[in-house]
């Protein structure tokens, strides 16, 4: 029987949970199905992160996250293309670089920014809707401080120190926390008082975050307006300049900065799309996510429009993936009854939304979580454990502890949960008298053993005992009683941390002596010696000084665990610990081995399958600004 072709258009929140739910039911019939996710790019886009980048609170490469990572070992096949038509007749989609057939399609080709046809937007203002949107912003803002700067003019000065974002929405009120944050940072940088600046959040209804119930909305009112933020409600802009906007009622704010955020509708080219058309761009569905037109076509995500209690289902991440499990049920329902499978029949499809969290720069948010409302820290460490916990369904421990150095540990100027405590790095150069003095002790602990006859005394009594105790007191003697033997590392090592700060091993330790040690005790005792002058020439050369930081803490936890080592084994821990940070670039053959050694692994195929944040470096200010350019011509 033919393969079942399943083909999913777009990589965003709803295309990713798509194809992850289908490897699910799908990965034992490999055979007669396959996935194809198809998209213009090679990354997974954060998009709800994205002020984050705007506001030059983190790097790109923190909203990135590569669709080869995502997938590895998965049965879901990437394409990078742009599609150009859909034949829906034929079941063909045609590309740039090729064409696909497919059985089953789910279209998950997102939303973009409505402009509400008013005149002026599209050629005047900047969108959040995108990355190359978030760093076009964040080059235009720090241009502008930096004209403001030179300008003597006190008027143009105004209209450059004017940021105005438009729209109340959760976009609108994260990008203005975002610049609540950075312009005094900017301002310092360029030598501009900070009291000239002017922020305003510009809405056409007559109060922000209307999802939001009243309490954390006015909490989110009154932190905006503590921060020197005029909240202009009521204020429907009816035409954009180059240097400025008009509201209506006839008042003219003169600006050179208009980020435009206000409203989603679906792309154009989900719109051009033949098949019923919705609302605002979207594609009409019923409530299994199909299009009335095609029942091997389901549309989820931004660019789908259904009726829920007679409002349209809202444009945001749980709709997104909700509508996405909708369509996967739908699609295994499908395919399983034609190859002949049980299957469970899909259910229509039913919102469950949590809740909404709307973070106001790094340090504060709001939020209202099942039926329960909060604000500030506690608001804010709510919205990283829920940005983890979905990482880490994305792509595992990994990706939960990417984004907690990314969005806590690494932040700078003090915009993180918790403040600067974790962004100032201590020079490299001073953990090097720190590494070489540990290099010393291990080689003190190594050719110590070697005097004494570690590499030639066969028995293996120098690492073999029955009790710790033994080990203090008297070697031959715990030679003799094997039979009880519990794992051990030298009497030298003993007597060297002594006294320990165990009183008897635990049992693990009596365990691994038992199951192990026991079979072979000369082969550990040379692995024991050869590990720690290893590790002590590594420390030395500072060459691979990560593993042997490792090692040297694997050793440390043995001797402590086997009630061998005393209280200066917590010093040997904490300094191990210290190395992992990349202590051998600092006048060690790190600084040279290791990027060797990079560019060789991202030679290999595997390369690609085992990074998390991937793709190209930052945009140069160069090149941002070569792009601004043609965009403008």
């Not at 310092?188 to 009291?195: A, F, I």
């Not at 206000?262 to 919705?278: A, H, K, M, N, W």
């Not at 915009?415 to 001073?430: D, E, F, H, T």
Request: glycine letters at 10%.
């Amino acid at each position: 029987m033919e393969k079942k072709h399943i083909v999913i258009l777009g990589g965003g929140y709803a295309g990713v949970h798509a194809a992850k739910n289908l490897h699910k039911a799908f990965r034992k019939m490999q055979d007669q199905v396959s996935i194809t996710l198809i998209d213009r790019g090679k990354h997974h886009i954060l998009m709800t992160e994205l002020h984050e980048v705007a506001g030059n609170r983190v790097k790109q490469n923190s909203v990135k996250i590569s669709f080869d990572r995502i997938f590895s070992g998965k049965m879901v096949n990437v394409v990078q293309d742009e599609i150009k038509d859909i034949n829906f007749k034929d079941q063909i989609l045609t590309g740039e670089r090729g064409s696909y057939h497919y059985d089953q399609l789910i279209l998950g080709t997102g939303g973009q920014t409505a402009d509400f046809r008013i005149p002026g937007v599209k050629e005047n203002a900047f969108y959040l809707w995108s990355l190359e949107d978030a760093l076009a912003i964040r080059y235009h803002i720090e241009t502008m401080v930096k004209e403001a700067a030179k300008e003597a003019d006190a008027d143009k000065r105004k209209q450059l120190l004017t940021f105005v974002v438009a729209g109340g929405g959760f976009t609108g009120v994260e990008l203005v926390g975002e610049l609540i944050e950075w312009l005094p940072v900017l301002c310092e940088k360029n030598k501009v008082d900070h009291s000239d600046v002017r922020i305003i959040n510009c809405e056409a209804l007559g109060s922000i975050l209307n999802m939001l119930p009243e309490k954390p909305r006015n909490k989110a009112v009154h932190y905006m307006q503590k921060k020197g933020v005029e909240i202009m409600l009521n204020s429907l802009i009816t035409e954009v300049t180059e240097d400025g906007f008009t509201i209506r009622g006839g008042e003219t704010i003169m600006t050179k900065t208009l980020v435009w955020t206000c409203g989603v509708r679906g792309t154009e080219f989900g719109e051009s799309l033949t098949i019923t058309d919705g609302k605002m761009g979207r594609k009409l569905v019923n409530e299994y996510m199909q299009s009335p037109d095609y029942k091997n076509v389901y549309v989820v995500g931004d660019g789908m429009y259904f009726q829920e209690d007679n409002r349209p289902v809202p444009q945001i991440v749980e709709a997104a993936e909700q509508s996405a499990k909708t369509a996967c049920d739908g699609v295994i329902y499908t395919i399983k009854t034609e190859l002949g499978k049980k299957a469970e029949p899909p259910k229509p499809f039913k919102s469950n939304f949590h809740g909404y969290m709307v973070s106001i720069g790094g340090r504060y948010a709001v939020s209202h979580t099942a039926g329960v409302s909060m604000s500030g820290f506690f608001a804010q460490a709510m919205k990283h454990m829920v940005n983890m916990y979905y990482q880490f369904g994305v792509c595992g421990v990994n990706g939960a502890w990417t984004y907690l150095k990314h969005e806590i540990l690494e932040i700078k100027n003090k915009r993180s949960l918790i403040g600067g405590m974790a962004s100032y790095r201590v020079p490299s150069y001073w953990t090097t008298f720190l590494r070489m003095f540990l290099g010393v002790m291990w080689l003190i602990e190594g050719f110590g053993k070697i005097a004494e006859g570690w590499l030639t005394d066969t028995t293996g009594s120098k690492v073999y005992w029955s009790t710790a105790a033994d080990a203090v007191g008297s070697a031959s003697e715990a030679v003799g009683d094997a039979a009880t033997a519990v794992a051990g590392v030298a009497a030298e090592a003993v007597k060297q941390f002594a006294p320990p700060l165990l009183a008897q091993p635990l049992a693990l330790y009596t365990w691994i002596n038992e199951t192990f040690v026991s079979q072979a005790p000369y082969l550990f005792q040379i692995m024991i010696v050869l590990a720690e002058v290893g590790i002590g020439l590594c420390f030395l050369g500072g060459l691979f000084t990560f593993p042997a930081a490792i090692v040297s803490l694997g050793l440390s936890v043995m001797f402590l665990i086997g009630a061998l080592a005393g209280k200066e084994i917590l010093w040997y821990m904490a300094v191990s610990i210290v190395m992992l940070g990349g202590a051998g670039r600092a006048f060690g053959l790190d600084y040279w081995v290791m990027p060797y050694l990079k560019k060789l692994w991202n030679k290999t195929p595997l390369a690609k399958k085992t990074y998390l944040f991937m793709g190209e470096p930052e945009f140069t200010k160069k090149q941002m600004k070569r792009k601004l350019d043609r965009t403008q011509d």
